[in-house]
């Protein structure tokens, strides 16, 4: 099964970049659609590779010569360069053209100056990247803060005025200085939170698109950057999800939502699906069950520290499955619990 | 001219050469053809011109650009129904999905994601795939260019592809 797999990323990829026979176009099809997860890695592969492409051709595009084009569409004519221009060229050249000219100049190089004048003003934005593992950092104000992969966060080398603004793109653990006079902002896209001296969880991208909080002590208010006067207020122990334009808040459920950070997991009669996502989520692999009847299987045990490896070899020892780790796919298959 | 009002020659160019890849990227995003992307783009700034004496080149300009691009690109994808566009003809195995609404934030992150994604790639990796996405060569060409077999070539784009995908998820 997991040979196949191999196999079907490698003629997806060779269907995209048009090297697929005929034959195997109709054998990538089949196997498309067999099953739902088999189409599921064909069209988020359709997605990827089409996102790519759209970048990639938009990156590709003249800007110079999109702008002759829209020239020519609504006629403006540069005087230097029309064909009248040109003829008079050999005349001496009028003073008040000359004049035009140099305001012209004055003009677009006057707009870019000032933009970066006033560029150059603010405090220089700093970012900090986590790459492909966990990397932590502190704030100028002293706060503290650990991303997982991928994350990113910008912040001003220096906080001036009246708050402490960074934005953040991803999953990160902050523990924020306290300063009551300076509230510390994070934003991300049309989402804001306001904290108050305080540490907590946050993913402005989690699994199911939508952006999470988790508030582990202190006082955090969540609002939308275009209505800052309806703000909520999380207490410490909430979970608060952003889907759409909602701000849902609840009890936090997840035992598990710092084990990307602590390495300490617990499962209590936790069904196997919801093991192989969070094994997936804190050791940055592919946990995947070879078969949906395997989700019946459930799992009580405490793990600190310890490798997936390990990990694995609790749940065979435990649960009668078997497992095979490729690296980049770790699939557990068996018959599943009664 | 009132220069708290409208736009001059001059501020249109500029805003046109920094807008136009953002609004070009938005607009393939939804119709997948590289022409009536183009065609899209020009038609929201011909609009645009027409306005720019008008328009409060502050605040409105690029909200009123982009909702002109999203508009037209939906106007296109409804009155060319066909959704197999000629950027990928990828039509065949799975239908195309329907179109879905985002905005111009959303595109810049997308754009963001899948360049980091790049970055990601090992070198050799990322060398295999540059080859057959940017310099357009075909799989034995690039073995040949490489000195390694067609199947190492095989198994590289795979990767690359693998991880585009674990990276960039429709959202």
């Not at chain 1, 221009?85 to 053209?97: E, H, L, T, V």
């Not at chain 1, 617990?266 to 395997?294: C, D, H, I, M, W």
Request: with cysteine; aromatic share 10%.
């Amino acid at each position: 099964m997991e040979k196949d797999r191999i196999y079907f990323e490698g003629l997806i990829a060779r269907y995209f970049s048009k090297e697929a026979t005929p034959a195997e176009i109709g054998e990538l099809s089949s196997w498309v659609n067999e099953n739902p997860e088999n189409a599921a890695v064909f069209g988020e592969s359709r997605y990827a590779w089409m996102a790519f492409e759209e970048v990639r051709i938009t990156g590709l595009a003249d800007v110079d010569e999109a702008w002759e084009a829209f020239k020519d569409k609504v006629g403006i004519r540069e005087e230097t360069r029309s064909a009248i221009g040109s003829q008079q060229s050999k005349r001496a050249i009028p003073m008040y053209r000359i004049l035009l000219r140099i305001a012209a100049v004055i003009v677009i190089l006057a707009f870019p100056a000032f933009h970066l004048y006033k560029y150059l003003q603010q405090p220089a934005i700093k970012e900090f990247a986590a790459g492909t593992g966990r990397a932590e950092t502190l704030l100028p104000d002293g706060s503290h803060v650990m991303l997982n992969s991928g994350a990113v966060i910008k912040y001003p080398e220096k906080f001036k005025g009246k708050k402490r603004a960074v934005s953040l793109d991803g999953e990160a653990y902050f523990d924020v200085a306290h300063n009551a006079s300076k509230p510390f902002i994070i934003a991300t896209d049309g989402i804001r939170v306001e904290v108050k001296g305080t540490s907590f969880y946050i993913n402005t991208r989690s699994w199911s698109g939508d952006f999470e909080l988790v508030l582990t002590s202190g006082k955090v208010e969540l609002y939308f950057e275009n209505q800052p006067g309806q703000s909520r207020v999380l207490n410490p122990g909430e979970k608060a999800i952003v889907h759409g334009n909602q701000i849902i808040i609840s009890p936090n459920t997840d035992a598990n939502y710092m084990a990307w950070k602590t390495h300490k997991i617990s499962f209590n009669n936790e069904p196997l699906n919801s093991v192989a996502a969070t094994l997936s989520k804190v050791y940055q692999a592919n946990v995947r069950l070879g078969n949906s009847s395997l989700a019946s299987c459930r799992l009580t045990a405490t793990f600190d520290n310890q490798s997936l490896e390990s990990v694995l070899n609790v749940l065979k020892a435990t649960l009668d499955v078997d497992i095979r780790n490729s690296g980049s796919l770790v699939e557990i298959s068996g018959k599943g619990c009664r | 001219m009132n220069p708290e009002h409208g736009l001059s020659r001059s501020q249109f160019e500029i805003l046109f050469r920094t807008e136009y890849k953002g609004m070009l990227l938005f607009a393939i995003h939804y119709v997948k053809e590289e022409e009536a992307a183009k065609e899209i783009v020009q038609e929201a700034f011909i609009n645009l011109w027409e306005k720019r004496e008008s328009i409060n080149p502050e605040r409105e300009v690029k909200s009123y650009l982009s909702a002109s691009v999203r508009n037209r690109s939906l106007n296109y994808l409804r009155d060319n129904k066909r959704f197999n566009g000629t950027l990928l003809s990828l039509g065949g195995l799975l239908p195309m999905p329907a179109a879905e609404e985002v905005n111009t934030i959303e595109i810049r992150e997308l754009s963001g994601q899948i360049h980091r994604a790049i970055e990601e790639l090992p070198e050799k990796c990322r060398e295999v795939f540059r080859l057959n996405r940017f310099e357009q060569m075909k799989y034995q060409e690039i073995a040949d260019h490489l000195n390694i077999s067609i199947k190492t070539v095989e198994t590289q784009m795979s990767k690359a592809l693998s991880h585009l995908r674990s990276r960039i998820r429709q959202t």
